[in-house]
């Protein structure tokens, strides 16, 4: 089993940046894919950014390409989600998830709990 908690969300002005993390329990957090989703009042849940298990493979939304940036420390059970030049449009709940599989196309396993960003204009 593996417990994932988010954390690094907040209210910032657009143009600004945040840097959310996600930190795993469970040793065998490497063997996953890890994707970041997000959220918007009233919109589906949608893929923003994945990476693969051993952090060479990185994959965006083209509405977040340029601007943010997945990283992962297996050492540290951490996967990180750098988000530069923030607009409005980015306000959403962000989610961390394990995926099996491949990140586009696989199946998410595990959820966080999520974490609130709000981007003021």
């Known amino acids: 089993q593996v417990q994932l908690v988010e954390s690094g969300g907040g209210l910032v002005q657009a143009g600004g940046s945040l840097r959310l993390s996600c930190v795993a329990s469970?040793?065998?957090?490497?063997?996953?894919?890890v994707n970041w989703y997000r959220q918007a009042p009233g919109k589906e849940r949608e893929f923003a950014a994945g990476i693969s298990r051993g952090g060479v493979g990185t994959y965006y939304a083209d509405s977040v390409k340029g601007r943010f940036t997945i990283s992962r420390d297996n050492a540290k059970n951490t996967v990180y989600l750098q988000m530069n030049s923030l607009k409005p449009e980015d306000t959403a709940v962000y989610y961390c998830a394990a995926v099996e599989g491949a990140v586009v196309g696989g199946v998410p396993r595990h959820w966080g709990q999520g974490t609130q960003v709000t981007v003021s204009s």
């Open positions: 469970g040793r065998t957090f490497s063997s996953y894919v």
